[in-house]
């Protein structure tokens, strides 16, 4: 079974300043690679994911991401955070041909004014 | 717009009641899942299903059970609540197919008192 590892449980920002969200899985298969994004009281929403091709893939929300596989990292980046994205984020990894998902223990992103 | 729709948003119940968690989703997919949602421990899945009456236990199955008669159907049953079982519960549900992506109901509170 995949092992996804979010190694930030918390990252407090300031508004405007740039933000990454650390993602690394374990399995060397290959895999489809996802980050979603939680709202208070909401379910999860995906932001962007990664099925082959370019490596750096854009989401929703100015969002985006880097798949680097020999370090079997997928993070999260934005430049510029707003009050708005306070919320967790979670990524997750699937392998091919099957069709489980595996989640990391999310990242609270806390933008402060 | 896809949608996946859980029953009851907030619930209470007492210790050795039986609990029906239902979830209806509208886009025809194979794959449907209950994960559970506690603070730190991410998203870990209870049950999946890929096919009408077919299920397979996730992480955490124990003192639960599932029920796909229908395919836009999935029912997470408690069969006797404990207080263990207290958290969210979310539901989703995903087409079968390679980077296919998984969406999420808005979740069930459940409290178990």
């Known amino acids: 079974a995949q092992s996804v590892t979010q190694l930030d449980s918390q990252v407090p920002v300031f508004e405007e300043a740039p933000v990454e969200l650390r993602c690394n899985y374990s399995s060397s298969v290959s895999v489809y690679l996802f980050w979603y994004v939680q709202y208070p009281n909401q379910g999860l929403q995906l932001l962007l994911k990664?099925?082959?091709?370019?490596?750096l893939v854009k989401g929703i929300n100015g969002f985006e991401a880097e798949f680097n596989k020999s370090q079997t990292s997928f993070h999260l980046r934005k430049p510029s955070v707003h009050i708005s994205d306070t919320a967790e984020y979670f990524c997750a990894v699937s392998e091919y041909n099957f069709n489980k998902f595996y989640f990391g223990s999310g990242t609270k992103l806390n933008v402060k004014p | 717009d896809v949608k996946v729709t859980q029953s009851s948003r907030y619930l209470v119940k007492r210790t050795g009641e039986k609990v029906f968690l239902e979830c209806v989703q509208d886009m025809d997919h194979e794959n449907m899942f209950w994960y559970r949602q506690d603070p730190g421990l991410g998203l870990r899945l209870i049950y999946f299903s890929y096919d009408v009456k077919m299920k397979e236990k996730g992480d955490i199955p124990e003192g639960y059970s599932v029920s796909r008669e229908k395919k836009e159907r999935f029912s997470l049953i408690l069969e006797s609540a404990s207080t263990n079982q207290t958290s969210m519960y979310l539901c989703a549900s995903s087409q079968t197919g390679q980077g296919n992506t998984i969406y999420f109901g808005e979740g069930s509170w459940l409290t178990v008192v």
């Open positions: 990664y099925l082959s091709g370019s490596t």
